[in-house]
């Protein structure tokens, strides 16, 4: 018989590859110290090798976020068409969507906020870390400058004059918004004209999507390399701050999934948190393990109708566009992720950013796909709207993984409240 070869599963190859990574930009870092030839060849590897392949990783990722939101929105908006006929349930799950969506990007910037994982780096290492992910930053900063800065012209600008120009210039509140208004007047045309707009964005979509997964298998090649990069030339105290990062994350994880869970399903729901959750452990188990809401759907669906009791077609409609639209999880995680690399890299957000931190967190939650890693391009174009290196995300990318894995349960785990919540709006439960 012929010998089937294993291969590791491709979160452990990335995992792995960290620690190679770390392991050996730390002896780097710390032999460079002692020798000014063996630093001089760190750079010259970094420049010549390593570097080069995280870049091609990160512009990989980086080449699908405009044609993904633009056409994930789009369509997600359009298929809403149902709502005309599901009237009251449609407009309260949307609702009840946006809400947690929200408040879990306000939990995750106030938790960051509150315990600051990211500060503590002296402003020569921030200057370097600046230098090394800056990109085109200065060009973007400089232009956003000129156009005075956030303020009443910033929320003008989101209604764009050219929409081809704000994808062009990566300009995502001018892009979602096209996005949006689209979406909304293919509900309003005729079926087959709407039709034949969408089957291209759907495939759109769905290739991008394919892309992803592309620069993924790259990713445990290029996350060493990333990884290394960063450790080579600024040593263990960055890999101390993505511990406490890692850790804040968590926690926000905890709070969301076993403190605002429970008490939204006790207040609005009328039901016992902790009945409730012993029943969603199932949902919770499958989420963790597969990191896609998509590939839990069928476990949600089982459970919510058989072990929660909520009618198959209130579960049927929510639980389906809660896998596509309903990202509590993510957005806390973008919120804590922008916040901390903003830290990292000493750039202050006043309140109007961190207001559109939060607007952007929801709406590329929305648009992320419910699939492993789908929300790595989203979060690079948040921290490129409020002017932080998007480059800067390589810092985060080892430990990716294993968050999103937590991420994914709270993104299940919330659709299944919404629609035990909307089931008791709808009178349905007792």
Known sequence: MAKVKKTWPLHT???????????????????????????????????????????????????TVVPLVFSTLTVGVAHLGDLK????????????????????????LGLVAATQPGHGFDRATQDRLLETYRGDLAQRSQEFQDRGGFGVHTFVEIVPRNPLSAMVHMDMLAVIFFSLCLGIALTRI?????????????????AMIVVVGFAMKLAPWAVPALIFNVTARFGL??????????LVVFAGYALFQFGVYPLLISLFARLNPVWFLRRLVPVMVTGFSTSSSNATLPTTLKVAEEELGIPSDIGGFVLPLGATMNMNGTALYEGVTVLFLAQVFGVHLHLGQQVVVVLLSVMMAIGTAGIPGASLPMIMLVLAAVNVPPEGIAIILGVDRI??????????SGDVVTAAVVSRWEGTRS
Not at 38 to 46: D, K, P
Not at 190 to 204: H, N, V
Not at 237 to 246: I, R, S
Request: no cysteine.
């Open 13 to 63: 190859r990335i995992l792995a590859g960290l620690v190679a990574g770390a392991v050996g930009g730390i002896a780097a870092n710390v032999a460079g110290a002692s020798s000014p030839g063996i630093a001089r060849g760190v750079e010259t590897a970094i420049h010549y090798v390593t570097g080069p392949l995280g870049r091609v990783f990160l512009n990989l990722l980086f080449m």
């Open 85 to 108: 006929r599901l009237g009251r349930i449609g407009l309260r799950t949307l609702l009840f969507f946006l809400f947690l969506t929200s408040l879990a990007t306000i939990i995750g």
């Open 190 to 206: 005729r079926p087959d004209l709407a039709g034949k707009l969408l089957g291209p964005l759907d495939a759109l979509s769905e």
């Open 237 to 246: 105290e960055l890999l101390e701050k993505l511990a406490l990062y890692v």
């Open 403 to 412: 968050l999103d894995m937590g991420r994914t349960v709270l993104n299940v």
